[in-house]
Nanobody, 129 residues
Framework: VQLQACGGGLVQPGGSLRLSCEVS????????IGWFRQAPEKEREGISS????????YYADSVKGRFTISSDAVKNTLYLQMNSLKPEDTAVYYC??????????????WGLGSPPSYWGQGTEVTVSS
């Protein structure tokens, strides 16, 4: 199982970026998958998840209304469209996946239980003028 994240970069406040996470070794329909981020000197934050089997989507309040998570089953790729970016969105963004949907969601939203089984390598997003 591999997750390969890309799409980060430097963007001005108010700008947009789209992150991609190409997965191999499993199909998106069989796993819960989502995005985390970690800013300098801050704890890792779960920001969005999608469970393809039942189309459940979650957004943290910090990104709700600005970020959109989606997936492409044909390309086996997860996306995160980020609009209206703010300096506080600056972080390394990671995609992650787990076979257990409830376990994944509990960790992403509340930090409960064990982390997801599979992680991408992270892609850095910097929002600055």
């Amino acid at each position: 199982v591999q997750l390969q994240a890309c799409g980060g970069g430097l963007v001005q406040p108010g700008g947009s970026l789209r992150l991609s996470c190409e997965v191999s070794g499993f199909t998106l329909d069989d796993y819960a998958i989502g995005w985390f981020r970690q800013a300098p000197e801050k704890e890792r934050e779960g920001i969005s998840s999608i469970t393809s089997g039942d189309e459940r989507i979650y957004y943290a309040d910090s990104v709700k209304g600005r970020f959109t998570i989606s997936s492409d089953a044909v390309k086996n790729t997860l996306y995160l469209q980020m609009n209206s970016l703010k300096p506080e969105d600056t972080a390394v963004y990671y995609c992650a996946a787990d076979k257990g949907g409830i376990r994944f969601y509990s960790y992403l939203r509340w930090g409960l239980g064990s982390p997801p089984s599979y992680w991408g390598q992270g892609t850095e997003v910097t929002v600055s003028s």
